[in-house]
């Protein structure tokens, strides 16, 4: 089994910075991609930013410039640095764990969500 701890999140304004961490506990094995979703009221869930075990990134087109995707493989730590806020990227963001096992089963799991708000 696996476990993922969120931290960070809370109320900044527009322009403004924040810090998500989420660290995963369990096992884990050494391939793998950790990324972070994010819902708002009335919408579909959808993928912010992801990174591989091997350093490889993706971004939604909406955070580009703006946010950006880190781990430490060492820690099991996925850090979301986002940056130049906007009110739009209000929304609940996930932590969540993908990988293969050695029967070639994809095993998914997620953070238990925290919230974001830009507001003045």
């Known amino acids: 089994q696996v476990q993922l701890v969120q931290s960070g999140g809370g109320l900044v304004q527009p322009g403004g910075s924040l810090r998500l961490s989420c660290a995963a506990s369990g096992s884990i094995f050494s391939s793998n991609t950790m990324g972070w979703y994010r819902q708002a009221p009335g919408k579909q869930r959808e993928l912010v930013a992801s990174?591989?075990?091997?350093?490889?990134?993706n971004y939604a087109d909406s955070v580009k410039g703006r946010f950006a995707i880190s781990r430490d493989n060492a820690k099991n730590t996925v850090y979301l640095q986002m940056s130049s806020l906007k009110p739009e990227d209000t929304a609940v963001y996930y932590c969540?764990?993908?990988?293969?096992?050695?029967?070639?089963?994809?095993?998914?799991?997620w953070g238990q969500g925290t919230q974001v708000t830009v507001s003045s």
């Open positions: 969540k764990l993908d990988q293969i096992s050695w029967s070639n089963t994809i095993y998914a799991y």
């Open positions: 990174v591989t075990s091997g350093g490889s990134t």
